[in-house]
């Protein structure tokens, strides 16, 4: 992952944040979304492009897109600084491999357990025949 090139290619979009604030917050773009087009961006191998599709499939939007978004602060340059951290953040969790898939099947306790709960059934089925007198 190159975090210069991600930094460039990131796509910076301010707005009016939502709730308290009074008339501050009805004048002021501090709200900030960063966007990154996963697909298109050079500063991400195929491998790890993957992986944050494997990773990060309930974030992408249907075009392939991230976006994080920070409207904490009143000012727009600390959360301008919050979204960049959150961002490279979620890229380098997500850029991880994915689990190693395990070949599945019963655990050997397991399968002598029911071997021994047979036996234990077919003594006492087998207990249940007539009686010679």
Known sequence: MNWETIERELELRTSRSSGAGGQHVNKTE???????????SQGLSRREKDNLRFHLSSRLDGHGRL????QSDRSQHTNRKRALASMRQLL???IRNPPKKRKAGAFKAN???RLDRKKRT???KAGRGKIDW
Do not use: F, I, M, Y
């Open 30 to 40: 501090s709200r900030v979304e960063l966007v990154l087009d996963v697909n298109a």
């Open 67 to 70: 976006s994080v978004t920070d």
């Open 122 to 124: 077919g003594e006492k």
């Open 92 to 94: 380098e969790r997500g």
């Open 111 to 113: 399968n002598r357990k």
